[in-house]
């Protein structure tokens, strides 16, 4: 059984310990030691040193003693959006924020505590179960780097479950958007903003140029681009001589999104053109989408643990990105499981007691559902 004690404690352990993206190693070595004293196999990868963190991936092994039953495992990140120095949690009927300057932490520390308990639980219950997997990834907040350096034909898994996104528990995420950055450099060309600014070009009327008239926002039912960082100019006397802008789009059509990337690109050399100037222009591919059909295996071991633990299970769409989607890219089919975490990447973020509960509870189910699939 789901012990409420050990849960909460382990999830306030967590999440006072600060770990903002490629700055993970005293949260990983924390729970390298947790899972160690609970009896796993536990070893890090070499995944941060590849994309230049003090922090590797973390897996650990719970062995079966079900012949034949699939291997799955059980995932979330170590990572936080912003630093959580100096926290503060407070709780307030039952629900935890953060009463200092800082965000929470329980992206993803609401997902990583109750998977541990419900393995922890698991071991202590004696109930057949397959192979389990932990698997703990770092730097996913700056662009899933983590799960992508890890090796998944090493672990030889079948499918899996990644506990991060938000309520209600007893749902789950088969359905996600591709998502796509664009990183513009705007050429102006500096001049005196007093003696003579009718010889340079402002790079800030470009851009201005070009965002007037883009459409930004809420395209279409599944589609969003945003504007989300400028900055530009070198001082105030002098005409702005670049600017640089980083933007995204997201879509679950692959041709919607397509298209407003090269609305969004065609705006800017419009306006580069229309100023006699240029603009250079970088176009990444973030990740890709993922569908996962209601009938496979890691969809319907959820539903059947979502409804065994009491709740109305709902299959999700969403726009938002996670590890899920590199494994899934790399071929290793898995959903992500809906958390208590609340108003994530702000500081309103929260997430409360019985949320906690209920996601260790269902994620027990998973895995008591799971060790049944043949």
Not at 218 to 242: K, Q, S
Request: charged content about 20%; aromatic content about 6%; hydrophobic content about 40%.
């Amino acid at each position: 059984m789901i012990r409420e004690d050990r849960l909460i404690r382990l999830f306030l352990d967590l999440i006072h310990i600060n770990a903002p993206a490629l700055q993970e190693r005293e949260a990983m070595e924390w729970t390298k030691a947790y899972l160690e004293k609970m009896g796993l196999e536990v070893r890090k990868d070499s995944g941060g040193e590849k994309i230049g963190g003090n922090s590797n991936n973390l897996i650990a092994w719970l062995r079966g003693n079900v012949p034949g039953a699939p291997k799955v495992f059980l995932s979330a990140h170590f990572d936080t959006v912003e630093p959580t120095e100096g926290l503060v949690v407070e709780e307030r009927d039952g629900v935890f924020y953060s009463a200092s300057d800082t965000i929470l932490g329980a992206d993803d520390k609401g997902g990583m505590a109750p998977a541990i308990e419900a393995v922890h639980a698991l071991m202590e219950s004696g109930e057949p179960h397959g192979d389990i997997c932990l698997l703990f990834s770092c730097a996913e907040e700056i662009g899933l780097l983590g799960a992508d350096a890890v090796d998944l034909e090493e672990l030889n898994l079948d499918f899996g479950y990644v506990l991060d996104t938000g309520p209600p528990v007893g749902s789950f995420v088969i359905r996600t958007a591709t998502h796509d950055n664009l990183d513009i450099l705007i050429h102006g060309r500096p001049a005196h903003a007093g003696k003579d600014p009718e010889n340079g070009i402002n790079a800030m009327q470009v851009a201005a140029t070009a965002i007037q008239g883009m459409c930004l926002g809420r395209i279409g039912p599944e589609t969003t681009a945003n504007l989300g960082i400028i900055e530009g100019g070198t001082a105030v006397n002098v005409v702005c001589p670049f600017v640089k802008i980083r933007a995204e789009a997201r879509s679950t059509s692959v041709a919607e999104l397509d298209a407003q990337v090269a609305h969004m690109i065609q705006r800017f050399e419009d306006a580069a053109a229309q100023w006699n100037t240029t603009v250079e222009i970088q176009h990444h591919r973030h990740y890709n989408a993922y569908q996962i059909a209601e009938d496979s295996p890691v969809v319907q071991v959820a539903l059947e643990a979502s409804r065994n633990s009491g709740f109305n299970p709902a299959l999700r769409t969403t726009l938002g990105g996670s590890d899920a989607n590199i494994y899934n890219a790399k071929g290793l089919p898995c959903i992500v499981v809906a958390t208590g975490m609340d108003k994530i990447h702000t500081h309103d973020e929260c997430i409360s007691r019985e949320s906690l509960v209920d996601t260790a509870r269902l994620t027990y189910q998973i895995l008591l559902s799971a060790s049944k699939v043949r």
